[in-house]
């Protein structure tokens, strides 16, 4: 699993309230039990810890962990 991965499981367990084991990559952000709110406060931090512009657009297109993790590693290679 990439770090990215990992990280957004990590942020993820964390505001929801459950280990990150429970955390599975391929289950639908919403259906983890993420809000809207959630959701932005999501934004924000791989905004900061990735340096890339990630909008809620973004979110609907890549509704997955994994596939939200892949859209955030093609992002940071294009700001090399």
Do not use: C, W
């Amino acid at each position: 699993m990439d770090s990215v991965q990992q990280a957004l499981r990590e942020d993820i367990a964390s505001m929801i309230g459950i280990s990150i084991h429970e955390v599975d990559p391929a289950a639908n952000l919403v259906d983890l039990g993420l809000d809207s709110l959630m959701l932005v406060e999501l934004l924000f931090r791989l905004e900061q810890r990735y340096d890339v512009q990630i909008d809620a657009a973004d979110l609907l297109g890549h509704p997955t962990i994994e596939s939200l993790a892949s859209a955030i590693t093609r992002l940071n290679e294009n700001n090399v």
